[in-house]
């Protein structure tokens, strides 16, 4: 993957967020004090800013976009989220691309970070949910394109699941 490739799946994942921003902002009501949606616009734009400034390396893009959400407010949110972006920058390469092993090396150094900010487990109907899941599906695609298929089927089953 090079990198405007990779920008253009933060893009568009940034794009998915900012459109579901009013059910991200439902379902925390429910549980929460109901910003999260708010939040997650946030970081999405956030994203967006830093996917829109100059980057030679996958490596400058990942930091770039890592710094525009550490600095956001946002509550408990923004430290895992920024936790899990430094740490796939963190192990990026220092290239304009990326081969399938060091993309899944880059989702797994940023899914590591994020667990160990996070301390949620599977079955706590919290993002790891969802997440620990993709990055299992990440581990074992044999190409890019199944990369982020099965990942994000893999997201949205273990989504499904914290409504039992």
Known sequence: MNILEFKNRLSNASGEIVENEEILTKIDSKFGDADHG???????SAITDAVNEPAATIKELLNHVAEKVSVLNGGSAIPLWSSLLQGMADVASESEEAD???????????FEEFD??????????TIMDSLKPAIDAIEKADNEDEMFLKAAEAALNGAEKTKE
Request: net charge positive; no cysteine; charged share 25%.
């Open 100 to 110: 399938l092993e060091q993309l899944k090396e880059i989702f797994r150094n940023g």
């Open 116 to 125: 160990f900010m996070s301390g949620a487990s599977i079955g706590d109907k």
């Open 38 to 44: 708010l939040t997650m616009h946030k970081v999405a």
